[in-house]
């Protein structure tokens, strides 16, 4: 009797690229740049990304647009959130007064200078990605973007959403 192992990566396609975007403003004001630069339709989900970290669960803010003309699936997803490591920290809207009472949490740890991930699915040899990245780097609400190497990436995991 043979044996069949399934391995996970069996299971882990590459058919997706991964755009990397450094910038100081709000997930809201980015996605509306990428919408104007790209022509997407970026808009929030209901359902952030969950990540589970030890026993505290952490929570990505997450913007999606499904392109049906050219079966392309965009993601937008935050690389950082923050938890409150004191039960009488204020609101994390005022993180910024008194950033002792609040952790910073990484979608992908490696990557902790990334300010966004996105995330373009269904992609195949004709799509352009420096296209879509010159683009990106032309937006003066960009600081830079550039493409991100999916064997470079630990925690590829995460990128499950």
Known sequence: ??????????????DYELIAIHSGLEDYRVAFF???????QL???KEEIEINTGQIPSYFSHYLFEDCRQDIIWNLASNKTFFSTDNTAPSP???ELNPAFFTPIYLLPELK???????IENTDHTFDIDSVIEKLNALKSIT???ELQQNTI???????F
């Open 1 to 14: 009797m043979t044996i069949h192992r399934i391995s996970i990566d069996d299971f882990i396609s590459s």
């Open 34 to 40: 990428i919408n104007q630069a790209l022509g997407t």
């Open 43 to 45: 808009s929030k989900c």
């Open 93 to 95: 809207l005022f993180k």
């Open 113 to 119: 200078k990334v300010d966004f991930i996105l995330k």
């Open 144 to 146: 830079t973007a550039y």
């Open 154 to 160: 630990k925690s590829k995991n995460n990128l499950i």
